[in-house]
């Protein structure tokens, strides 16, 4: 006789995980959700797109690559969930959308309620710092094809944005400025490169370094959430938002081009903040090009805004206000080669 738990798949503790979770899920709602968890789709009353004059549906899906490992290898799964949550949203909030729902996708090699449960409770956490709901999600184990305690996460939002409040790269003109966001660390793009360090350089992420925790606890810091600050910007400042840049993959300058016309040029001056100090302590150890290093990480700026420049120290005092620190990071600047870059950085970090 052969069961489906003798093939690896324990139906029963994807019930118990269920149940664990399903206090965080209720925490990540809106009043347009219809339902609760436990139906094959989520419902979210989207009436409220009937005042809009043209509603715009966004949509963004992603992951966090393999900062999945640094979690498995340190035990801790309560704030990967945040990870994957901002890398999603706050690729929404760049044209101006707002994200409005969000479903999840777990991939285990055995399921461990507690571990699934820790695992939604930061998406749930994450949800609720972008005002986004938690609709519907799926937990799938994989025996065979992921070790026990190996996992895998990703997820996918949708937002709306009415046409004309929408930002992007049309809107940047010559003379504009960019007012930088700091990032809460190395986000959830590069760990490939963190890991490769840590093996080849053989660092113990349980030991603390120079930090005022180990190692691994600094690494699993978790991704900032811009959201709510940039849509409270949008909401007061439109006129004066050209764009924003979340800076994930391919760093500040690749990241910035995207949302940067032919015939412009975004420079940032590096010397207006310093490196974080984990990517310090990582590109020194190993030797990491300064290039290679920056088109890697995000350097210590996790989201940029692009806006008029009359109204930028207003917009600083607005982020500050909501408990985000900003800083004029550069400007927008004519650029009569075609083939220049749309994006680089000058001077050095402090």
């Known amino acids: 006789m052969a069961t489906y738990k003798d093939s690896g798949v324990d139906i029963d503790a994807g019930d118990r995980a269920v149940e664990l979770m399903k206090a965080s899920i209720a925490k990540a709602s809106r009043p347009e959700v219809i339902g609760g968890i436990g139906g094959f789709a989520g419902l979210f009353d989207a009436s409220a797109v009937k005042n809009m ?3 715009l549906l966004a949509t ?6 393999t900062k999945t490992e640094i979690a498995r290898q340190m035990g801790i799964y309560d ?7 901002a890398m999603v949203v706050d690729d929404l909030v760049v044209c101006g959308a ?33 005002g986004t709901a938690l609709i519907g999600g799926e937990t799938a184990e994989h025996p065979g094809l992921l070790k026990e305690d190996e996992f895998d996460i990703a997820g996918a939002a949708t937002g709306v944005v009415d046409a004309h409040l929408q930002l992007g790269a049309d809107r940047v003109k010559s003379g504009d400025v960019i007012i930088a966001m700091p ?9 490939s490169l963190v890991r490769h360090i840590l093996a080849t350089q053989e660092l113990d992420i349980t030991r603390n370094y120079d930090f005022d925790k180990s190692l691994g606890e600094v690494l699993l810091t978790p991704t900032e959430i811009y959201t709510l600050d940039c849509l409270a910007l ?22 910035t081009a995207r949302v940067v016309p032919q015939g412009l040029v975004a420079i940032y001056d590096r010397s207006t903040w310093a490196l974080p100090q984990e990517m310090k302590f990582l590109a020194d150890v190993a030797g990491v090009p300064r290039e290679d290093m920056e088109r890697t990480w995000n350097c210590g700026i996790g989201m940029s805004a692009i806006v008029a420049p009359e109204a930028a120290e207003l917009i600083i005092r607005s982020l500050a206000a909501r408990g985000m620190k900003a800083w004029v990071a550069g400007t927008v600047e004519k650029s009569d080669a075609a083939a220049s870059p749309r994006s680089y950085l000058t001077s050095d970090f402090q």
Not at 102 to 126: F, L, Q
């Open 79 to 85: 704030t990967i969930g945040e990870d994957l949550v």
């Open 53 to 55: 004059k043209r509603p």
């Open 60 to 65: 963004s899906t992603d992951g966090v690559g």
């Open 98 to 130: 707002e994200p409005l729902f969000m479903t999840d996708y777990i991939a285990v090699g055995k399921v461990i309620p507690e571990r699934i449960a820790a695992i939604v409770a930061g998406i749930a956490r994450g949800c609720t710092k972008a």
């Open 234 to 255: 949008i909401k007061a400042q439109h006129e004066n938002i050209r764009t924003f840049s979340h800076i994930t993959g391919g760093g500040l300058a690749d990241n």
């Open 183 to 191: 990032a809460s660390g190395i986000h959830a793009n590069g760990f």
